[in-house]
């Protein structure tokens, strides 16, 4: 069975500092993969997603996220946050392939400060 | 494009009713939409995925008569918790999956009082 784990509930970043939110995945096959972000008592917005081809992938709000196989990690990287950014961020696997239910991390708090 | 819409954002019922949450593809048909559910502060658990025209696929654990979905176009599939009580408050949120862009509704939060 699949699984995600975001070994970080919570993190702190002063803004305009980099960031780097960990996901490790466990999966048979190759992969799909997703991070969503959520505000409070809001549904889920795609960040970026991973299927196949570069492993580095270009999401949203100057997101990014890399693909490395040999560790079974996909990472989500900001160069430089934004008090915006403040959020809960889910890193998620897709079961079966690209279209089917997601299986998700627990989770990552981010917290910025001034 | 993909948006998915869900309604209420927020309901209030009482223990013993039954509530209906609706999820709807606005422009486009979804054959397959999924349903899951979050506690407070915590992560998002699959509970089933509703198929147009045949029974939902529930997961492991998750009460198939507690929790009654209807697709019954592929615009719309509906998730109706029967005989609602305190410990199933939860955030419930939708998602379809065009073109394996899993998009998601905005959640509902039901709270039984």
């Known amino acids: 069975a699949q699984s995600v784990t975001q070994p970080d509930i919570h993190i702190t970043v002063s803004e305009g500092a980099s960031l780097e939110l960990r996901c490790n995945y466990s999966y048979g096959a190759t992969p799909y993969l997703f991070w969503y972000v959520q505000s409070p008592g809001q549904g889920l917005q795609l960040l970026l997603k991973y299927f196949s081809g570069d492993t580095l992938v270009q999401g949203i709000k100057g997101f990014e996220a890399e693909f490395k196989r040999s560790q079974s990690s996909f990472n989500l990287r900001k160069p430089s946050v934004h008090w915006s950014d403040a959020a809960e961020y889910f890193c998620?696997?897709?079961?079966?392939?690209?279209?089917?239910?997601?299986?998700f991390g627990k989770g990552t708090h981010l917290i910025i400060q001034p | 494009g993909a948006v998915v819409s869900q309604h209420p954002s927020w309901v209030i019922c009482k223990s013993g009713t039954s509530v209906k949450i609706e999820c709807r593809s606005l422009?486009?048909?979804?054959?397959?939409m999924f349903w899951y559910r979050q506690f407070p502060k915590q992560s998002l658990m699959l509970m089933a995925t509703s198929n147009e025209g045949s029974k939902a696929t529930y997961e492991q654990g998750v009460e198939k008569d507690k929790f009654l979905i209807n697709h019954a176009s592929l615009t719309l599939s509906t998730l109706t918790v029967t005989s609602a009580h305190p410990e199933d408050s939860s955030f419930y949120i939708c998602?379809?999956?065009?073109?394996?862009?899993?998009?998601f509704g905005s959640g509902t939060r039901l709270t039984v009082v």
């Open positions: 422009d486009f048909q979804a054959t397959t």
């Open positions: 998602s379809a999956s065009p073109r394996q862009l899993n998009t």
């Open positions: 998620a696997v897709a079961r079966g392939g690209g279209a089917d239910g997601l299986t």
